[in-house]
């Protein structure tokens, strides 16, 4: 959320310094374009720790 507040203030302040306004889709992905990638690398890591073998079992 705050990284969504920062991108709106970083359009505004570029809006008003320069005479094109900034374009969306690098903004997006300079502020919030990490989340995503962020999100998929938690859930592989999720998955590859399930997937291992339970250390208790091994030593049955």
Sequence with gaps: MDMADCL???TRDLCG???EPPNP???YARFLGWVRHLAINRFRNAER????PDASAEEQ
């Design 25 to 27: 889709v690098e903004m």
């Design 17 to 19: 310094l320069y005479p």
């Design 49 to 52: 720790f399930r997937s291992r």
């Design 8 to 10: 709106g203030e970083a």
